[in-house]
């Protein structure tokens, strides 16, 4: 079973950056492929990008297409999400979660381990 930890989050400008750090424990995540999700209150949980087991393949979400970028770095147990030009709406808590399913992508239903979530917020 692995644990997973995220950090980074924290109050951001609109237009600024942010970038979300999971790290995992007690087993490695080279076998796992990998996403970020994010909620905000009253709302759905939703993929907001995902990463394939040995990190060739992505998925992102419309809305974040070529502002935020999912990345892996299996040596060191971590999974990143680099958030560029934020928006006001984005605020949320991103959770990083993990699969044993060979897919990349899906939704909530398809992963089995989750983090406690970070806060981001966006301030306009």
């Known amino acids: 079973q692995v644990q997973l930890v995220e950090s980074g989050g924290g109050v951001v400008q609109a237009g600024g950056s942010v970038r979300l750090s999971c790290a995992a424990s007690?087993?490695?995540?080279?076998?796992?492929?990998m996403a970020w999700f994010r909620q905000a209150p009253g709302k759905e949980r939703d993929i907001v990008a995902g990463?394939?087991?040995?990190?060739?393949?992505?998925y992102y979400t419309d809305s974040v297409k070529g502002r935020f970028t999912i990345s892996r770095d299996n040596a060191k147990n971590t999974v990143y999400l680099q958030m560029n030009s934020l928006k006001a709406e984005e605020t949320a808590v991103y959770y990083c979660?993990?699969?044993?399913?060979?897919?990349?992508?899906?939704?909530?239903?398809?992963?089995?381990?989750w983090g406690q979530g970070t806060q981001v917020t966006v301030s306009s």
């Open positions: 007690r087993s490695p995540l080279s076998t796992y492929a």
């Open positions: 979660a993990a699969a044993r399913w060979r897919g990349v992508g899906g939704t909530a239903r398809n992963y089995d381990y």
């Open positions: 990463i394939s087991w040995n990190g060739g393949t992505t």
